[in-house]
């Protein structure tokens, strides 16, 4: 089992700034890909960016270039640099991961095992 918990949402204006969190704890051996995803209501899960343990970053086209994904293996946390913040940003952003991911699924939600409960990230002027 892999325990994962979000931290850092927040309120901020557009063109803002946020940075959220993710930490690992439990079985984090099960943590090779990571990746950040968001929900507005109504809507499915969307994917964001993923990391893996070994490899290339990728992050969707919608947060491309304002948007970056790090993670620190020795700490077991994942974070989520958010530059340049838009209202449709608005979101439940939720820290995911998994031991395997499909190359051709890496964004679909059911690849991932563990989940976080979710932080909210509001984006208004």
């Known amino acids: 089992q892999v325990h994962l918990e979000e931290s850092g949402g927040g309120s901020a204006q557009p063109g803002g700034s946020l940075r959220l969190s993710c930490e690992a704890s439990g079985h984090t051996w099960q943590t090779k890909f990571m990746a950040w995803f968001r929900q507005v209501p109504g809507k499915g899960r969307e994917g964001v960016a993923l990391t893996p343990r070994l490899g290339l970053n990728t992050h969707s086209d919608s947060v491309k270039g304002r948007f970056t994904i790090s993670r620190d293996n020795a700490r077991n946390t994942l974070d989520l640099q958010m530059n340049s913040l838009k209202p449709e940003d608005t979101a439940i952003y939720y820290c995911?991961?998994?031991?395997?991911?499909?190359?051709?699924?890496?964004?679909?939600?059911?690849?991932?095992?563990?989940w976080g409960q979710g932080t909210q990230v509001s984006v208004s002027s």
């Open positions: 995911a991961s998994s031991e395997s991911v499909d190359s051709t699924r890496r964004f679909v939600p059911s690849e991932y095992k563990y």
